[in-house]
């Protein structure tokens, strides 16, 4: 009588964790179904549907968030959370947010700031370069068959 009692309490919980709310999966229905349609997922994540809404694709049998044309479509090592929606800076490099529209497609992708910083120096070095080279030429011109004292 005990064991068939253990064995039924075993079996019914087994079955209330087995069965989550519409949108929720895993483990004590603590993952959230993303980009699965509105008839969610199944306890492995998988849409039972097997569509992935807009802004969303297949990634073996789960549906990921596509940035920019693609699943890794963000730029300078960012993550894509959300469709066309990155965020930056988990590669350790120098980048920000940015949101606007790249590629004809509006959303946040990342730029680098230390590669716009070092391309800015060095155009503002060849400026300077060319002005004190013009600056001297003209002056050798100007001078040109005077004595110096």
Same mark, same amino acid.
């Given at each position: 009588?005990?064991?068939?009692?253990?064995?039924?309490?075993?079996?019914? /919980?087994?079955?209330? /964790?087995?069965?989550?709310?519409?949108?929720?999966?895993?483990?004590?229905?603590?993952?959230?179904?993303?980009?699965?349609?509105?008839?969610?997922?199944?306890?492995?994540?998988?849409?039972?549907?097997?569509?992935?809404l807009e802004?969303?694709?297949?990634?073996?049998?789960?549906?990921?968030?596509?940035?920019?044309?693609?699943?890794?479509?963000?730029?300078? $090592?960012? +993550?894509?959370? /959300?469709?066309?929606?990155?965020?930056?800076?988990?590669?350790?490099?120098?980048?920000?947010?940015?949101?606007?529209?790249? +590629?004809?497609?509006?959303?946040?992708?990342?730029?680098?700031?230390?590669?716009? $910083?070092?391309?800015?120096?060095?155009?503002?070095?060849?400026?300077?370069?060319?002005?004190?080279?013009?600056?001297?030429?003209?002056?050798?011109?100007?001078?040109?068959?005077?004595?110096?004292?």
């Open positions: 009588m005990k064991l068939a009692v253990i064995a039924l309490l075993g079996f019914s /919980a087994t079955a209330f /964790a087995a069965t989550c709310d519409t949108g929720l999966w895993g483990e004590n229905c603590s993952n959230v179904c993303v980009g699965c349609d509105a008839k969610g997922c199944d306890s492995n994540g998988k849409c039972t549907s097997g569509n992935c802004g969303y694709q297949q990634n073996g049998d789960l549906c990921k968030p596509s940035c920019f044309g693609g699943l890794g479509g963000c730029a300078e $090592g960012g +993550e894509c959370v /959300a469709p066309n929606y990155c965020i930056c800076g988990k590669s350790g490099a120098q980048v920000v947010g940015v949101a606007g529209t790249y +590629e004809g497609v509006e959303g946040t992708q990342c730029v680098s700031l230390r590669k716009d $910083g070092i391309k800015g120096a060095f155009i503002a070095l060849a400026v300077m370069v060319v002005s004190i080279g013009i600056c001297g030429f003209i002056e050798v011109q100007r001078n040109k068959g005077k004595k110096q004292k």
